[in-house]
């Protein structure tokens, strides 16, 4: 990894995050989960900056960069669905009864 701090934070598109770090990436995946990949590596970034906050600019962009992997690697193993990072995922629908809900007596 040659990139700087300075440099990375100026990226903003998941495709330039995993040039910066070199990882390889499905194009089309990274299209159909964008958000939740950029979503879940925010909340790794968050936890890496709250544990360690005294780690070199190296040391943090090296972290970042496995973060970004693990964020990948989750939604191949699972959907944004069951991650529910969105509150669009948890909100339930009003006016909606569920199967579950229903009960006879």
Do not use: C, W
């Not at 070199?22 to 590596?41: A, G, M, T, W």
């Not at 890496?48 to 989750?74: C, G, M, R, W």
């Amino acid at each position: 990894m040659t990139g700087t701090i300075q440099e990375f934070n100026k990226l903003a598109d998941a495709e330039e995050y995993f040039i910066f770090f070199q990882l390889p990436y499905d194009q089309q995946f990274v299209n159909i989960n964008r958000l939740h990949i950029l979503k879940k590596f925010s909340q790794y970034m968050q936890e890496i900056d709250n544990t360690s906050p005294n780690l070199s600019d190296t040391e943090k962009l090296t972290q970042y960069s496995l973060a970004l992997q693990k964020a990948y690697e989750v939604f191949i193993e699972s959907t944004p669905h069951e991650q529910k990072l969105f509150k669009v995922f948890n909100d339930k629908p009003k006016n909606v009864v569920t199967l579950t809900e229903i009960t006879s007596d």
